[in-house]
């Protein structure tokens, strides 16, 4: 007898019970992640309020945090939660945010990569946003302190600790210095 695995969908996803986990959905594959560390979350924290900060002031659309569920593909559904994350406020119908998950590819997505995070887990994530239409995908990597820009072209590229990403049009205007980010500035 071949036993089969259920395939769950993004509804289903919603209506898992809060049992202090964190879960991608990927083609139909509950995957669990564990909770973010300090430096993780602080990183995290630290670029969304400066994002946040620019979007708002010059009404560019919506800044999302962490455990914001986008429905990149569906049948089988895959659900992904970036780190953080922008869209762009035209593709928000009446600049308001759907109550479940967001049913297309976030603008922009922020992955910090964790030490429990594979390269192929890495890899597979920047894969599903571009496929689904996101226009820029950045991760960030505390241990080497490197952040690479990932764009649908298969252009990457990397910056290191003393240079400054640039979100180009995607979220124009938006600079951020990764000697800030990475908590150099007052090391100098």
Known sequence: MVQQKTRLTADDLLKLPDDDHRYDLVEGELRRKAPAGGEHGGLAADFCADLISQVREHRLG????????????????????????FVRRERLAGGKAPVGFLPFAPDLAV??????????????????????????????YPRIK??????????????????????GDVVPGFRYSLADLFGLAEEA
Do not use: N, W
Request: charged residues 30%.
């Open 62 to 85: 919506r800044v999302f945090a962490a455990e914001t569920g986008f429905r990149l593909h569906a049948d089988p559904d895959t659900v992904r939660a970036p780190d953080v994350s």
């Open 111 to 140: 992955e910090v990569v964790c030490p429990a995070d594979t390269a192929e887990e890495v890899q597979e994530k920047i894969r599903d946003y571009l496929e689904a239409g996101t226009r820029m995908v950045v991760t960030v």
């Open 146 to 167: 490197t952040l690479a820009v990932h764009l649908p072209s298969g252009e990457i590229r990397t910056l290191g600790a003393a240079d400054t990403f640039d979100a």
